[in-house]
């Protein structure tokens, strides 16, 4: 069935610094990947997607890369801050979303 | 606007009440979602709403008893739950069902901190 694996679990970055989460799929019939940022207690916050038209989409200080051959796409963050601590989900759409198992980054000052 | 409301905020019950989580959005979306969420997990999938009927049942049992009154409301009934159930519930919505290839995008509700004694 679909899977998407996510790593790594857990990242520990130094404010500046540059976080990287990846994740690859299984089924190649997904062409659409959101990522989710979720805040403890808060809702997981839609904050960047990519569909399989384009390899590369960038928001500011966020961006997604996806390499559909190898089944791949990543999240990179840039110029880290303080306020980007918080649990990221990769997903990918098939009939439902099918979540990574998340990344818990914490940006130390 | 993107955005989903979910009612009550929190939600303490015992083994044998009865209660039930409400869900809004009006953003026009057909599909709407309950999710399930543990600490540390990524939320799980319990039921879909496409067009007002259920589409999906990820086989949650029958203490929980989904509703769609209407395109823009999904309830969500529960009935003798167990301590296990305790969990972040989540509401979401999409303009259509999400479909292999499809290209839609799904929104959270805040979520219902359900805590059953």
């Known amino acids: 069935g679909e899977n998407v694996e996510q790593h790594p679990s857990t990242l520990s970055v130094q404010e500046g610094d540059s976080a990287v989460i990846k994740c690859t799929y299984s089924?190649?019939?997904?062409?659409?990947f959101p990522w989710y940022k979720q805040e403890l207690g808060k809702r997981p916050q839609l904050i960047i997607d990519?569909?399989?038209?384009?390899g590369e989409k960038k928001d500011q200080r966020i961006a997604v890369t996806l390499n559909k051959t190898a089944k791949h796409f990543s999240l990179h963050i840039t110029e880290t801050q303080p306020e980007d601590s918080a649990v990221y989900f990769c997903?990918?759409?098939?009939?439902?979303?099918?979540f990574g198992a998340g990344t818990r980054l914490a940006v130390h000052p | 606007d993107t955005e989903v409301t979910q009612t009550p905020k929190h939600l303490v019950m015992g083994m044998t009440n009865k209660k039930s989580l409400k869900c809004e959005q009006h953003?026009?979306?057909?599909?709407m979602y309950w999710y399930k969420q543990k600490a540390k997990k990524p939320p799980e999938l319990m039921f879909v709403?496409?067009?007002?009927?259920?589409?999906i049942n990820e086989s949650v049992p029958s203490r929980f008893s989904p509703e769609c009154p209407n395109s823009s409301l999904l309830n969500l009934h529960l009935h003798a739950l167990q301590p296990e159930d305790s969990a972040l519930y989540l509401c979401?919505?999409?303009?259509?069902?999400?479909?292999?290839?499809?290209?839609?995008?799904?929104?959270f509700g805040p979520g219902t901190r359900l805590t059953v004694l």
């Open positions: 953003m026009g979306h057909r599909a």
């Open positions: 089924d190649s019939a997904s062409n659409y």
């Open positions: 709403y496409s067009y007002e009927k259920l589409s």
């Open positions: 990519i569909r399989s038209n384009v």
């Open positions: 997903a990918a759409v098939y009939n439902k979303l099918i």
């Open positions: 979401a919505s999409s303009q259509g069902p999400l479909v292999v290839g499809g290209r839609d995008t799904q929104y």
